[in-house]
């Protein structure tokens, strides 16, 4: 693994985009700047939410 390869894993480079629509007409947008490692936790949790 090269040296520099952790840091570039905590670099927020890409967009997390959510748009939430309730039944009730409700309506959310939010957009957050991520990192790969942020995004692996985020898919973990999902993950569990869906399995569990």
């Known amino acids: 693994m090269e ?15 959510l748009h939430l629509k309730a039944d ?3 309506s959310s947008y939010v957009e ?7 995004w692996a936790e985020i898919l973990k949790i999902l993950e569990e939410k869906s399995n569990g």
Do not use: E
């Open 3 to 17: 040296k520099g390869a952790n840091l570039c894993k905590d670099k927020k480079d890409a967009t997390l985009t």
């Open 24 to 26: 009730s007409g409700y």
């Open 32 to 38: 957050y700047r991520v990192s790969p490692n942020q």
